[in-house]
């Protein structure tokens, strides 16, 4: 994988609500990237380093210009190469 892949373990209905779960794995760099993670609106988002420890970034319902864009993460890293995140999200569709 390289800066900007993204892929997606599973999804899933939360109990009692209208929202779902999805997680999966994000690649990240210094570049701040919007990811399209859903067509809906994120609710939650949580982001986790999986090769090292990194400084993580990121605002959810916005691209990288930070314009409000539904269902999209703007993410980024301080690690100059590619940073494996696990990332687990609420949304809404």
């Not at 319902?61 to 864009?69: E, H, I």
């Given at each position: 994988m390289a800066a900007g892949d993204i892929t997606f373990d599973?999804?899933?209905?939360?109990g009692g609500s209208h929202a779902w779960v999805a997680t999966g794995t994000v690649e990240a760099d210094t570049t701040l990237r919007a990811f399209a993670l859903t067509g809906g609106s994120?609710?939650?988002?949580?982001?986790?380093?999986?090769d090292d420890a990194v400084g993580i970034k990121s605002q959810i319902?916005?691209?990288?210009?930070?314009?409000?864009?539904s269902g999209t993460a703007a993410i980024?890293?301080?690690v100059a190469e590619a940073a494996k995140l696990r990332f687990r999200m609420e949304f809404v569709m």
């Open positions: 599973a999804g899933q209905p939360v994120i609710l939650d988002l949580q982001l986790t380093g999986e319902n916005k691209n990288a210009s930070g314009v409000a864009t980024s890293t301080n």
